[in-house]
């Protein structure tokens, strides 16, 4: 089925290691399972042909370790690297790594890393696409004087990005002009110390926006997209509920928001998958790019459940350098998923971590159910490491049945012996705001702050 790629590395962890090996069975490729001493008796291990100890427990240590990584690759002979998400995923010199060891990196060049992990260099290439950006600098901000005139010029509120930022960190919102300079200094400090990069950015700060984006397959030559996620159920910038279609869009706004993202892409020819993130502003209802991710997303089941399209299987086939065989016509959205991000934490107690040992381990099932986690029985979660425990997605005909069907999924599975966020999420998505699909970024909160 692949020309090239025989045999996987796959530089990660946990449910994303998990569901590359799935994939990798799936095409007839051997997969090799990296893993750190506190993750030696974990199911991708267990299921992955082969697996090696990468180091210690600490991230830096292992699965952070680009040259213990690269060594073990060349150990094993493998004929590619798939990082997942986070880590080494969009790490421009990790991917060089691979390409100058000879391993083939599943994701986009170490260049097109670079220009679209950079977002000063993202937003000019978004602009020369005739992709909407939000009002802003036009470049990196390095001075007072520079950030006042772009503040006289579009208003406050601002916010403050670092360029090289993400994940919702290196991020400011300035709300007049007697703390200004201020916050400028001590955000390009912050990005310095967080991001080796201390340029920043400065763009006008919506106050009620939406977070939409959409899922991309490219070649290098042709892309298609999977249409879009709606990523807006956040607390503090990071997600909790995702959902496909979005409930917000009509069908023109829908159709002008992909074609963007599909211009984007082609504008650098971009050659794997990738999503391109917009902000929707619920005022004057415009669409706005704010970055693209090059690597696969934590929430890309979403868009699988509504189009068919295993976006891992095709993102290995694409850097076997295999022709995209998949045609925008021969992409239909049919009903609605939603996902939910499950973490080991305490909604009661400021959703603090909770590590610890599984006594029990009850997945969900049904039809339109689909669980993505490395949970069983016994598992032990370690401190070291983000405390999402899976993915629970779950798809209905439309966004009402994919609501009960969730609610019905969340009630069944059973997670023993640690705290989760499984009742929060029942909470979440049975809210008359969510329900009625007219909420923003910040409902969360204020769902947060009802119940206390």
Excluded at 58 to 76: D, G, K, R, T, V
Aim: proline share 4%; charged share 25%.
């Amino acid at each position: 089925m692949l020309n090239k790629i025989k045999s996987v590395m796959i530089a990660n962890r946990g449910e994303i290691s998990l569901r590359i090996i799935r994939a990798c069975q799936e095409l007839g490729v051997k997969s090799v399972a990296i893993y750190s001493e506190a993750d030696k008796d974990t199911l991708p291990v267990k299921l992955a042909d082969s697996a090696v100890c990468i180091g210690p427990a600490p991230a830096q240590a292992s699965y952070q370790n680009q040259e213990a990584i690269i060594s073990a690759a060349l150990a094993f002979g493998v004929d590619a690297i798939h990082p997942g998400y986070g880590f080494l995923s969009e790490k421009a010199d990790f991917a060089k790594k691979c390409e100058d060891n000879g391993i083939i990196f599943i994701g986009p060049s170490a260049d097109i890393i670079s220009k679209m992990g950079d977002k000063i260099e993202a937003r000019k290439i978004a602009d020369s696409a005739s992709v909407p950006t939000i009002p802003g600098s036009d470049g990196a901000v390095t001075e007072f004087k520079k950030a006042l005139e772009i503040a006289e010029s579009i208003g406050f509120p601002l916010l403050i990005k670092a360029s090289a930022g993400g994940g919702g960190r290196g991020m400011r919102v300035v709300e007049s002009r007697d703390t200004l300079e201020q916050d400028l200094n001590e955000i390009m400090s912050e990005a310095e110390v967080a991001f080796g990069d201390s340029s920043v950015y400065i763009e006008k700060y919506l106050t009620d926006i939406r977070h939409i984006e959409v899922q991309l397959l490219a070649d290098g030559d042709s892309c298609i997209h999977l249409g879009e996620r709606d990523c807006t159920a956040q607390r503090r910038n990071q997600k909790l509920v995702e959902e496909a279609p979005s409930p917000a869009l009509s069908t023109s706004q829908r159709n002008d928001l992909c074609q963007s993202a599909v211009r984007l892409a082609k504008k650098v020819k971009y050659k794997s998958a990738g999503t391109v993130e917009y902000v929707y502003d619920n005022i004057d209802k415009q669409f706005y790019f704010i970055e693209m991710n090059t690597r696969v997303q934590v929430e890309h089941p979403v868009s699988e459940m509504i189009t068919g399209i295993d976006i891992i299987k095709e993102q290995i086939k694409i850097a076997d350098n295999q022709v995209l065989n998949i045609k925008q016509e021969d992409i239909v959205l049919s009903g609605h998923a939603i996902e939910c991000r499950l973490n080991a934490e305490d909604p009661e107690n400021g959703f603090s971590p909770c590590p610890g040992t599984i006594s029990y381990y009850r997945p969900p099932g049904g039809f339109g159910i689909r669980m993505d986690s490395h949970l069983e029985s016994g598992y032990t979660i370690p401190p070291y490491y983000d405390s999402m425990i899976g993915k629970l997605i779950c798809w209905g005909a439309d966004r009402n049945e994919a609501i009960i069907r969730m609610t019905r999924a969340l009630s069944e599975m059973k997670v023993e012996g640690v705290k989760t966020t499984a009742k929060f999420h029942s909470k979440l998505i049975n809210s008359e705001q969510f329900k009625s699909g007219n909420f923003n970024t910040v409902f969360v909160a204020s769902l947060l702050e009802k119940q206390h």
